[in-house]
């Protein structure tokens, strides 16, 4: 029995749930998909994805207010009946024939299994470029390596937990915008050492955002990862980026680091929105920002 939860906001998640259903009918499982839309603003996807609500055992739901993706996570756990809870985000494309059997097959002997994510092979937009590169070569593992870092690795785009495991931690529903409210779950599921699976069955990433879009996002995950470690919700050391801004703020080199991002924001930036993007340049343009994050 398996309840699927996709959250979604101004995205037109009706053809991922089509072959999701598709895929169960032929596989003969008990299921239900559960669509959470965190009032999007877009009538188009909306009006597609009321659509949804054709399919047997699926709904598609929308919030009264916009609540972040963590609560709207909640939501849906809430919403749920079954215990095995399938996350999928909005924006992924399922790319094998046997994913929701995979999942079920691994979920026996696990807490949390997760599955993985993989880009595609190219783009066609210059301004697509840094995301898509650093999803290709950061994002996409295989599940031995991330057994390397099990609980460090894992996220929640395309990922199968139990119910009652959900419910001892749930998303933190105070980080209402983007970023690093994965981390914040997998360093709890860590504290519980319940039991993570690696497997290789990712879903496709089918929503490439544009270089400013991204940096937009990373820099409110980057205000997200440091306001979580100033109330000690989360240990520096889990996470790399929070661990070397711990460091920098211990020796002074925060201050050379913001020095840096004030002299160089504008220089870098061309570079990461041009169509041959340095991910060297994008770590320190990273690393620059949070050190110019006030305490």
């Known amino acids: 029995m398996l309840s699927i939860l996709i959250p979604t906001y101004n995205y037109t998640v ?22 959470m839309d965190d009032c999007s603003t877009d009538t188009l996807s909306i009006e597609k994805n009321k659509e949804i609500n054709s399919f047997p055992n699926c709904r598609f739901m929308q919030q009264p207010n916009n609540v972040g993706l963590a609560e709207n996570r909640n939501t849906l756990a809430r919403e749920a009946q079954y215990e095995n809870l399938l996350f999928i985000d909005g924006d992924g494309i399922v790319i094998s024939d046997k994913y929701l059997l995979d999942y079920i097959k691994n979920a026996v002997d696990a807490d949390i299994v997760y599955g993985g994510r993989r880009h595609p092979e190219t783009v066609n937009d210059d301004s ?13 593992t ?25 419910d001892k931690i749930t998303f933190d529903p105070e980080l209402r915008k983007y970023g690093h409210e994965d981390t914040l779950f997998a360093y709890e599921v860590s504290l519980l050492k319940l039991k993570v699976k690696h497997i290789d069955n990712p879903v496709e990433h ?3 955002d544009q ?23 989360i240990d520096p050391d889990f996470v790399k980026m929070l661990s070397i801004y711990q460091k920098f703020e211990k ?5 050379l680091a913001r020095i840096f991002y004030k002299l160089f924001e504008k220089v870098v930036f061309r570079n990461l929105t041009s169509g041959n993007p340095s991910l060297f340049l994008f770590n320190l343009y990273r690393l620059g920002y949070i050190c110019s ?3």
């Open 14 to 35: 009706y053809p991922l749930v089509k072959s999701l259903q598709m895929q169960a009918l032929n596989d003969n499982l008990v299921y239900e998909i559960i669509v």
């Open 128 to 140: 697509q470029q840094l995301r898509w590169k650093y999803g290709r070569l950061v994002e996409d």
């Open 142 to 166: 295989t599940a031995s390596q991330r057994n390397t870092a099990i609980y460090q690795k894992l996220l929640f785009n395309n990922t199968l937990l139990k119910k009652h495991c959900f």
């Open 206 to 208: 089918g929503d490439i």
């Open 211 to 233: 270089a400013a879009i991204f940096l937009k996002k990373i820099k409110m995950g980057l205000v997200n990862i440091v306001s979580l470690y100033r109330q000690g919700k």
């Open 251 to 255: 020796t002074g080199l925060k201050i």
């Open 293 to 295: 994050l006030k305490a």
